[in-house]
């Protein structure tokens, strides 16, 4: 299996700009969870699907935020409009169940507004 | 509200010697815990996981110890080897929910 496949895995754009990144999650797998990772505040869940219907948004910062998940083998994450503040490293992981919770990441895209 | 904290943001070792990485929650409702490893530019990776029944799991070199009373669980690693030089994330989770992760300690482990 080729794992979870995030891209783009660098994105630079200007603040104010649209910013949507990818994420192909291991195949079969029901659970696919997007985070965050900064210096301040490390690893902070955004939001996760069961199924594709998302189940817990609480993570995403603001509205500027959005996620979807069309089908099970694809999710988006989008910014519009990007801040500064957003920079960071994006990471998607995807699992089997939340029994045992062995989430699977993909390698991140690393995002920097300027 | 950081359910799980590791409090050491780094730590450095000799080649051969063991490697104790510390971690702390609050949730007394995580029934199982996991430690991740993380190199740069990738992904963080499973590597030991431990159920909130058993106080010891062990796998190869690593070995993680869970504490219930203390709310306090450790990574311990031996021999050290410098390909373990990474960052390690503890999480807590239970079997309703998410997972809540630490903020990481890198570990140098050096000739």
């Known amino acids: 299996d080729a794992g979870v496949i995030q891209s783009p895995r660098h994105e630079v754009t200007e603040m104010g700009q649209e910013v949507t990144l990818r994420c192909k999650p291991i195949s079969g797998h029901d659970y696919l969870f997007w985070y965050r990772q900064t210096m301040m505040r490390g690893l902070e869940l955004l939001i996760y699907f069961n199924n594709n219907v998302p189940i817990d948004d609480s993570g995403m910062p603001e509205d500027r935020f959005s996620a979807k998940m069309p089908n099970a083998s694809f999710s988006t994450l989008k910014i519009q409009p990007s801040e500064p503040r957003d920079s960071a490293v994006y990471f998607c992981?995807?699992?089997?169940?939340?029994?045992?919770?062995?989430?699977?990441f993909g390698a991140g895209t690393r995002l920097s507004v300027l | 509200d950081q359910q799980v904290k590791q409090n050491s943001p780094s730590l450095s070792v000799q080649e051969g010697r063991i490697s104790i990485l510390n971690c702390d929650y609050t949730?007394?409702?995580?029934?199982?815990f996991l430690w991740y490893k993380k190199y740069p530019a990738e992904g963080p990776t499973f590597l030991i996981s431990i159920s909130s029944i058993k106080d010891k799991n062990e796998d190869g070199r690593f070995t993680v110890f869970l504490n219930k009373s203390a709310k306090h669980l450790s990574l311990h690693i031996v021999p050290s080897q410098p390909g373990d030089s990474a960052v390690y994330f503890c999480a807590g989770g239970s079997t309703l929910g998410r997972l809540y992760f630490g903020r990481g300690t890198q570990l140098t482990v050096w000739p």
């Open positions: 949730n007394s409702m995580f029934d199982y």
């Open positions: 992981a995807s699992s089997l169940d939340l029994a045992k919770n062995i989430q699977y």
